[in-house]
């Protein structure tokens, strides 16, 4: 999504070829995490990349581990069942990886041991013959802690052990690791582009990587991590200037409660999430990103501090109306949180150029030929001095490493077109899909990366003024606004575009994104 709206002759992109990344490592090294994140970020550049998963392949294959032979994982001879099915798994793998790059893919994450240096030096061979570029990527991890971490969350919850006891799941799988360190060899070779990483992220060491392509991919390796954290994404509240891009209006009086709420809610929902997962909220920071934009960044106040709100009557009529009917200033004593809040200016929402405070009908009047262009294609198309969602994406990359760099918990509390783009990378979503995803303002996302993808729930949590809803009249706006918020259309197209298919919040968090497919195992709860 942020590379060049450009092809080469051959199709792919950057004048880089095609790749082979091969990944080495013992089991419980993060190879998996590593694969799956690197996959989301060359896929977010439009670049045709797949993970092929030995481990996955094998368990669509032939079942999980419980139906194996009893030496398919063990050292030693192996009886000629077990090595027929090995090299059955290996060679379906294989065509895999063939069957991509002749499809047109670009690049291919082989997400394997291949410790054994003969056996990585073949496979490397036979397509470095074929003008494939081959990558080694080694995964080397000493951390105890973290190689445990790693088992316990995700090898013994996959299908290898289902119904097993845990302790044993773990003790099982340490018996592996320990077989493979008896065969393992570290890569020594130097014939090969290779790329080291300590502790997913710790340490990296690269040797012959060239070109714009391969650089990326080791500039993106060296911000990433597998620490565990939750993302929430909530929109900001309501301000007293709904309709106008330029306008950095305050907060109205609903949109102050909003952010009360807000801060109720994410609180609630935020202990409740950690505690099942063994953690002590109280141990844990919540940063906050927000864009410089008051409506934003205000809405983050009650995270700091209780607001010191004057419960003044709203006028009841627009000629008695002010801008000061209502104070909300925090509490310099107040007491603080275990917050940060950071305003990150790249999180400005779309820019509408000339079609800012336009309807729909207007734009399509007084601009028929770029309404059309438009219509046909939201993604890559920009109004007149304005900002296309492919624009907005490549100016929202250096946020996307900020993302994947951050140890702490984090809610983003954001412009819909900027919360769009956020979620169509972290969960995998095609670049035609992101002016169609509706963020509605009450909704809180919660998204949980994994090793295998990300794990994500809806919560709704307000119905006061500014959240659009749907009823038998058609879409109307609770509390007591007059009228939609048509003249906003650009950044809320999803919302006001008839006729366009729409992606919901709902529909976001039922998408688990897991690399090639969608699952839908997610559940989605009211307050």
């Known amino acids: ?31 998996t995490h590593i694969s799956r994140a690197l996959e989301r970020y060359l896929r977010w550049m439009g670049v045709k990349t797949q993970v092929v998963s030995l481990g996955d392949y094998r368990r669509k294959t032939l079942g999980n581990a419980q139906k194996l032979p009893p030496d398919y994982f063990t050292l030693g001879e192996k009886s000629p069942e077990t090595m027929a099915l090995r090299k059955m798994v290996s060679d379906g793998c294989e065509k895999h990886i063939w069957d991509f790059f002749e499809g047109g893919g670009q690049v ?32 080397i991890c000493d951390n105890k802690e973290m190689i445990e971490t790693n088992i316990r969350n ?21 018996g592996r690791i320990r077989d493979r360190e008896m065969s393992y060899e570290t890569i020594t070779e130097t014939d090969w582009p290779f790329i080291r990483i300590f502790n997913v992220g710790e340490k990296i060491m690269v040797n012959n990587i060239r070109g714009y392509l391969q650089s990326r991919i080791v500039f993106f390796l060296m911000n990433i991590h597998n620490r565990f954290r939750m993302i929430y994404f909530a929109r900001s509240g309501q301000s007293l200037i709904e ?43 919540l940063v906050i990103w927000t864009s410089t934009r008051r409506r934003a960044h205000h809405t983050a106040w009650p995270f700091l501090a209780s607001a010191q709100v004057s419960h003044t009557t709203l006028p009841s009529t627009p000629s008695q109306s002010t801008t000061t009917d209502r104070v909300h200033q925090p509490k310099e004593s107040a007491p603080r949180r275990n917050v940060k809040v950071i305003e990150k200016p790249q999180m400005s929402e779309i820019n509408p150029g000339v079609w800012d405070g336009l309807t729909p009908d207007q734009a399509r009047k ?54 769009r783009c956020l979620l169509s990378y972290l969960i995998g979503l095609p ?18 990366p994994t090793s295998y993808g990300v794990h994500s729930q809806a919560f709704h949590f307000w119905d006061g003024p500014g959240r659009r809803v ?29 006729g366009k298919k729409r992606v919901t919040t709902l529909d976001i968090a039922s998408l688990s994104y897991g690399g090639d497919d969608y699952n839908f195992p997610q559940q989605t709860e009211n307050s």
């Open 1 to 31: 999504m942020a590379a060049p709206l450009y092809t080469t002759a051959s199709g792919l992109l950057f004048h880089a070829g095609k790749i082979l990344i091969l990944t080495v490592g013992l089991p419980a090294r993060g190879k």
């Open 243 to 285: 309709h106008s891009y330029k306008a950095d209006s305050d907060l109205s009086p609903a949109g102050w409660e909003y952010a009360e709420r807000l801060k109720e809610f994410v609180t609630e929902r935020r202990a409740k999430s950690l505690e099942q997962r063994g953690y002590n909220p109280n141990d844990r920071r």
């Open 154 to 174: 995700v090898k013994i919850s996959s299908p290898d052990y289902s119904g097993c006891d845990p302790d044993k799941a773990v003790e099982d799988y340490y």
């Open 108 to 139: 291919v994450i082989y997400d394997a041991n291949n410790g054994v240096k003969k056996n990585r030096q073949t496979l490397a061979e036979k397509f470095d013959k074929a003008g494939i570029h081959v990558i080694m990527l080694e995964s």
């Open 366 to 419: 007084f601009y028929p030929q770029e309404w059309a262009r438009f219509v046909k294609d939201p993604y890559a198309v920009r109004a007149p001095r304005a900002e296309s969602y492919h624009d907005l994406s490549v100016r929202l990359e250096p946020i996307l490493i900020e993302l994947e760099r951050e140890k702490e918990d984090l809610l983003i509390i954001g412009h819909s077109s900027v919360i």
């Open 470 to 498: 749907t009823t038998e009249e058609g879409e109307i706006e609770l509390g007591h606004l007059s009228h939609k918020d048509e003249t906003n259309f650009y950044e809320n197209y999803a919302e006001d575009t008839k």
């Open 431 to 448: 670049a035609s899909e992101i002016p169609a995803i509706e963020i509605a303002r009450g909704d809180l996302l919660e998204v949980v």
